[in-house]
């Protein structure tokens, strides 16, 4: 069985940036909200809920990445590594952009409250992710060996061990054009996704009539974002972000960023 996942895991770290949004875009659009009736406003509930965990997602990455930033596109599509990482947020999960990325997603599952997110769409979010990390152990047990057992021994896969967090933080320097200059477009995508399922969840229960205010206020936000994104890309395109040149010593152990 880990055989398997780790084959479908090395076909998924090649397809996962174009894979993984469309899955979720699609269930989005072939699915309706839960009807849900009673004293209690779960729909706004749950939004608020999404919203806070797509948050934490991103909040983490931000993390991780301005902490110790390392190289998220393997080599060739395939996983690749040359040098073990263990600095920062790693020093204290394996998997910190995964487990990003999943909160993230769920949010995203909960802000739409569907079936169709629930049964399909976390199911697969978890054993794509779990498959993934699967190749990448196979890949790094076999060329690190002991150091990479040791280091499992020592950090969960997906937990979070607090223990020396406050002295990992104090003796770092965090790097914000780093992030800025890494994760202005995930930022974007995310929110502007965020957006489109309040306005579309709207438009799917009550009709246009009633989604045109909602869809108002997100044109109304994410408009300055579309600006804030044009900003921090010719930024990163002139160079005034700072280049990855710096971030080498770092950025030699894949993690993708899907």
């Given at each position: 069985?880990?055989?398997?996942?780790?084959?479908?895991?090395?076909?998924?770290?090649?397809?996962?940036?174009?894979?993984?949004?469309a899955?979720?875009?699609?269930?989005?659009?072939?699915?309706?909200?839960i009807?849900?009736?009673?004293?209690?406003?779960w729909?706004?509930?749950?939004?608020?809920?999404?919203?806070?965990?797509?948050?934490?997602?991103?909040a983490?990455?931000?993390?991780?990445?301005?902490?110790?930033?390392?190289?998220?596109?393997?080599?060739?599509?395939?996983?690749?590594?040359?040098?073990?990482?263990?600095?920062?947020?790693?020093?204290?999960?394996?998997?910190?952009?995964?487990?990003?990325?999943?909160?993230?997603?769920?949010?995203?599952?909960?802000?739409?409250?569907?079936?169709?997110?629930?049964?399909?769409?976390?199911?697969?979010?978890?054993?794509?992710?779990?498959?993934?990390?699967?190749?990448e152990?196979?890949?790094?047990?076999?060329?690190?060996?002991?150091?990479?057992?040791?280091?499992?021994?020592?950090?969960?896969?997906?937990?979070?061990?607090?223990?020396?967090?406050?002295?990992?933080?104090?003796?770092?320097?965090?790097?914000?054009?780093?992030?800025?200059?890494?994760?202005?477009?995930?930022?974007?995508?995310?929110?502007?996704?965020?957006?489109?399922?309040?306005?579309?969840?709207?438009?799917?229960?009550?009709?246009?009539?009633?989604?045109?205010?909602?869809?108002?206020?997100?044109?109304?936000?994410?408009?300055?974002?579309?600006v804030?994104?044009?900003?921090?890309?010719?930024?990163?395109?002139?160079?005034?972000?700072?280049?990855?040149?710096?971030?080498?010593?770092?950025?030699?152990?894949?993690?993708?960023?899907a």
């Amino acid at each position: 069985m880990r055989r398997a996942l780790a084959a479908l895991g090395r076909f998924l770290f090649k397809t996962r940036n174009g894979l993984f949004p469309a899955v979720f875009f699609v269930l989005a659009l072939t699915s309706r909200p839960i009807a849900r009736t009673g004293p209690v406003p779960w729909d706004r509930v749950l939004d608020v809920l999404g919203v806070l965990l797509a948050a934490a997602g991103q909040a983490l990455r931000v993390a991780v990445i301005g902490l110790a930033y390392i190289r998220r596109g393997g080599l060739n599509k395939q996983v690749y590594a040359d040098r073990l990482v263990q600095e920062g947020i790693f020093a204290h999960c394996r998997n910190p952009l995964y487990v990003g990325n999943f909160l993230a997603l769920t949010g995203f599952c909960l802000i739409h409250d569907s079936w169709a997110c629930y049964l399909v769409g976390i199911p697969i979010f978890v054993l794509a992710y779990v498959s993934i990390v699967l190749a990448e152990e196979d890949f790094l047990r076999t060329k690190f060996g002991a150091e990479f057992e040791e280091y499992c021994r020592r950090v969960p896969r997906f937990g979070f061990r607090f223990q020396g967090l406050s002295e990992t933080i104090a003796g770092s320097r965090f790097d914000w054009r780093r992030v800025v200059r890494k994760e202005y477009g995930s930022t974007f995508s995310g929110l502007t996704f965020v957006l489109f399922l309040f306005v579309w969840d709207r438009y799917l229960v009550d009709g246009w009539a009633a989604a045109r205010p909602t869809f108002l206020v997100a044109l109304s936000i994410w408009i300055p974002c579309v600006v804030c994104y044009l900003v921090a890309r010719r930024l990163k395109k002139t160079s005034r972000l700072g280049t990855s040149t710096a971030e080498t010593p770092l950025e030699e152990r894949y993690r993708p960023s899907a």
